[in-house]
Every structure is written in structure tokens, then in C-alpha cells.
Nanobody
């Protein structure tokens, strides 16, 4: 069994900051890419940022310079630091990770349950 558990969402004013965390646990042999997606009401889920096992990162253009993705491999945790938040950042944020299961050796994508981020005055 593998689980991803997110935390850190909430309500913040425009210009504010939040830090999301996502911890993976269970029968994990290794974790490859880790990603943050978001889905706003009435919109498709979009990839916000991703980070490889060696630390290479990519961002969607709308968050470049404001969001930073990082990971702690010892803790199987990925973070998303968000600054200068805008109302258009309002969405449910989902953690995603490509994980090799320690018992089956199968590699598959796992998803967290999502955490709400609301940017409003």
C-alpha cells in the first residue's frame, strides 16, 4: 500500500504565501518524478511543477518566479512554496508521484487526495 498525503492549503490574501507538503508512505522502493497539479472549478487539471529524482525542475509559465518545488528524498516528501499568490491560483492542488512499489516492483502513478488553496481578499 502506498499513500500520498498533502497538507498546507488554506485561505490567503492576494500577495500572500503558502507552503504545500506531500508525504509519501508505505511500500516504497524508490520515487522518480514528483509533481504538483491543480484544478480550478470548471477547468481541466493542469501540471504546475515537477521535480525529478536528481532535483531538476520545471514550471508552468503562469507560476514561474512565484512557485518553487523541492523535495526531501530522505522523507519521501515534496514541497511547493508559493509566494505572491493571485486569485487565479485558487484551485485544489494535487500531489502526484511515480513510485516503484517495494513488493511488486511495479512502477505507477500515485495521487494525493488534494488540498484547497483559496486566494481572496
Amino acid at each position: 500500500q502506498v499513500q500520498l498525503v498533502e497538507s498546507g492549503g488554506g485561505l490567503v490574501q492576494p500577495g500572500g504565501s503558502l507552503r504545500l507538503s506531500c508525504a509519501a508512505s508505505g511500500s516504497i522502493f524508490s520515487i522518480n518524478a514528483m509533481r504538483w497539479y491543480r484544478q480550478a472549478p470548471g477547468k481541466q487539471r493542469e501540471l504546475v511543477a515537477d521535480i525529478t529524482s536528481d532535483g531538476s525542475t520545471n514550471y508552468v509559465d503562469s507560476v514561474k518566479g512565484r512557485f518553487a518545488i523541492s523535495r526531501d528524498n530522505a522523507k519521501n516528501t515534496v514541497y511547493l512554496q508559493m509566494i505572491n499568490l493571485k486569485p487565479e491560483d485558487t484551485a485544489v492542488y494535487y500531489c502526484n508521484a511515480l513510485i516503484c512499489h517495494s513488493l511488486t516492483s511495479l512502477v505507477r502513478n500515485y495521487w494525493g487526495q488534494g488540498t484547497q488553496v483559496t486566494v481572496s481578499s
